[in-house]
């Protein structure tokens, strides 16, 4: 069971990027799903969620209104879509499966209680 961000890169203050989060070994559709960033000398943060069924989304306020959560699950696929990046956005993202968008909101500090997660892509924006 693996779960595995990708689609980082470096780009300049203000453009955007899209993550996609992909699942081998099972399938995403029946888990919400997460996106979580750890900046260098920072602790893991919240970054946004969506429901099992894609009716229900949950952002951090950071990123409320710049970043969109979707999800394509003929593909096993969820996205991470970031506009009008900032500086501070610069970290690595991970993306996690768990029951709930309650508890993925706090998977930050309580990892253990999610099903699984991904191995990180990188993103720095740069002035």
């Known amino acids: 069971v693996q779960l595995q961000a990708s689609g980082g890169g470096l780009v300049q203050s203000g453009g955007s990027l899209r993550l996609s989060c992909t699942a081998s070994?099972?399938?995403?559709?029946?888990?919400?799903i997460g996106w979580f960033r750890q900046a260098p000398r920072k602790d893991r943060e919240f970054v946004g969620a969506?429901?099992?069924?894609?009716?229900?989304?949950l952002y951090a306020d950071s990123v409320k209104g710049r970043f969109t959560i979707s999800r394509d699950d003929a593909k096993n696929t969820v996205y991470l879509q970031m506009n009008s990046l900032k500086l501070e956005d610069t970290a690595d993202y991970y993306c996690?499966?768990?029951?709930?968008?309650?508890?993925?909101?706090?998977?930050?500090?309580?990892?253990?209680?999610?099903?699984?997660w991904g191995l990180g892509t990188q993103v720095t924006v740069s002035s």
């Open positions: 969506i429901s099992w069924s894609g009716d229900s989304t």
């Open positions: 996690a499966a768990g029951g709930s968008l309650d508890t993925l909101r706090v998977g930050a500090i309580r990892p253990w209680a999610l099903d699984a």
């Open positions: 070994g099972f399938s995403l559709e029946s888990y919400a």
